[in-house]
């Protein structure tokens, strides 16, 4: 079983930056592929950003492409949304999500098999 807990969303205005934290237990981070999601009010779940459990692979949605990074820090069994450029689109519940083969090469919500809790990102305009 792999714990995950979000933290560091908010309310800020449009183009401020905002970094989003993923604690997962155990050593997850470096055995697990790890992903950011997000769902806005009336959508689907949608994938922001993915990362393989050895950080060498990275995807991004077109959607955040250049204002997105995600990293990670298996020390501290921790993966980061490095958020900038922000846009009012960008407004949903943030979830962080853990895929055991590891490749970061999926993209879609049943192909993961644990997820946080959530946290809420707001950009007003």
């Known amino acids: 079983q792999v714990q995950l807990v979000e933290s560091g969303g908010g309310l800020v205005q449009a183009g401020d930056s905002l970094k989003l934290s993923c604690a997962a237990s155990?050593?997850?981070?470096?055995?697990?592929?790890l992903a950011w999601f997000r769902q806005a009010p009336g959508k689907e779940r949608e994938i922001v950003a993915s990362t393989s459990s050895s950080g060498s692979y990275t995807y991004y949605a077109d959607s955040v492409k250049g204002r997105f990074t995600i990293s990670k820090d298996n020390a501290k069994n921790t993966v980061y949304l490095q958020m900038s450029s922000l846009r009012p689109d960008d407004t949903a519940v943030y979830y962080c999500?853990?895929?055991?083969?590891?490749?970061?090469?999926?993209?879609?919500?049943?192909?993961?098999?644990?997820w946080g809790q959530g946290t809420q990102v707001t950009v007003s305009s």
């Open positions: 155990r050593r997850a981070s470096s055995t697990y592929a």
């Open positions: 999500a853990a895929d055991g083969r590891g490749t970061g090469t999926y993209y879609y919500p049943p192909e993961y098999d644990y």
